[in-house]
């Protein structure tokens, strides 16, 4: 087996702690007969690419054994999330795969797993309606995931809270399942992943073996004007005349160092949209020179949806 | 010498030509002892990157020649453009090196030069009131380009219409001058450049060996996190609120394939903007879903600059 984390990112002590969740990670994966793959609610790009790829990569894999073994039994691979894929990120499911969670359908499925994958998040309550089911369920619970402050409710977590993205954990794993033999398709979900979340390989956790690890999935297939593209540059002309709106009316406080803009009903009304399509405008209060937090505030029928993003201590 | 053209982009017949402009380039750069080097009017990021790696890059080379032989005569290197750096690539000129074409200051300079080197742009007419000093200079003319249609006007072309960006040329020809010794101040702006020109890492030119490249220059001292704030997110709040208005009044035209943005003198004024703040706004038409073209109009004292950009065929 290949060392899945490279010697820079992890300290001695956690190198071989990293090495065994890591194959146990693997283990779980190729062991379990009925799978469920999961991720936070208001799934983003990365969310999403991961659970694709993960999927694919299993299918794959179990292609593989069939062709060996005639007795091997083809696993089930459930894709479930709380909320339905944005619109942006249909593209990548390609065969149709990702259900959102209807209780009736789907917790017997959850209930019933052999493992359920709990992507890009490590709080079961950020599946909220499915948590009480992944919790209660007999699977085991697989977790990985790059952010800080793991909760204690899975059995294996595969965690690099040096890695840009859930992405680029998942890629190790997908290497490994797929013998190295990573399609187009899987390549194309990584690339998504990897790039929504390091903001096109700009935020802090962007480094060079990260370049090299896009770099490889270029070879493989994917295609960055084409995943950019189909992500970041569908806008209605509404949609753009409600950030023009926004915009408009943008707020600086507090010597320049706190910029606010605000979504009100009435602009919703005004340029027939919803707020689900305020969807990262939260990074424009963020590109004043000298504003060190910035906020979204949209006004919703029964209450406002707070967004923050800071830069500098 | 290393090969500078991967064997991928060239054909056979073009190698050993590109393979010899490259040494003809380095050694016009090496035995040259006064130096202009340019790039055309409304200078971007890749213009202005690759002139300062390249001028760091000739002063990095010379100290070494000066260590070695005491009697090195120390080469003089100005950069002069026609247009002021723009206020968002101007912590990349941390020697304060480049300066904005005075005719009765520059043009000698121009005149008596051994060699000029344009940058990013194989047309002398765009360099503007300088392109008559540098057509009836006596220096050697080297033109560093990725654009189509060369005109004739330089001695030495190192042209490669496949390169994502000029910088990417650049950082092969610093690799040399340098005996591959870049300093983080030249990889700084060597991924300016090509962030830049790339559109961070989307432009139809990215590829595999791109990113490799954008992995060297991260090892090398180049932080992605503070070059693309320098860059991109130092807007001031008018900025905003003047983008705020253009987009409010965005027009979808023709089943939905035309779409144009409009900045009036009104809309300026009332902003308290320049159209010099227009800059990128051309953008925001292309991100609209069905848009082939996109036109940005900018209502000028005397006339109209009018900017395109489009996709597919
Ligand atoms: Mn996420
Ligand atoms: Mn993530
Ligand atoms: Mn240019
Ligand atoms: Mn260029």
Redesign the interface.
Known sequence: MVQPFSQSRVKPEQNLKSLSSFNEAVRLLRESNSIVITTHINPDGDGIGSELALSRALRYADRMEDSKAGLHKPKTISIINVNPTPRNYQFLDVDNEIRTFDETRDAPTILQADLVVVLDTNHPMRLRTMEPYVLRSNAQKLCIDHHLDTSNFADVYLIDEEASSTGEIVMKVVEELTSHQIDAQMATCLYAAIMTDT??????R???????T???L??LGAD??YI??QI??????NR??L????????R?LYD?KL?IMTVTQEMLSATATTDAETDNFST?P????GVLLGVLLVELPDGVKMSFRS?GD
Chains 1, 2 share one sequence.
Do not use: C
């Not at 903001?199 to 802090?204: K, L």
């Not at 963020?286 to 020179?289: F, P, T």
């Open positions: 903001g096109s390989f700009r935020y802090p962007t480094d060079a073996e990260l370049h090299r896009i770099a490889d270029l070879e960055p004007t950019y593209d970041y540059d569908q806008w209605s002309p753009l005349r950030l023009g709106n926004a915009l408009s009316n943008i600086v320049g910029a424009y963020m590109s004043i020179a830069k």
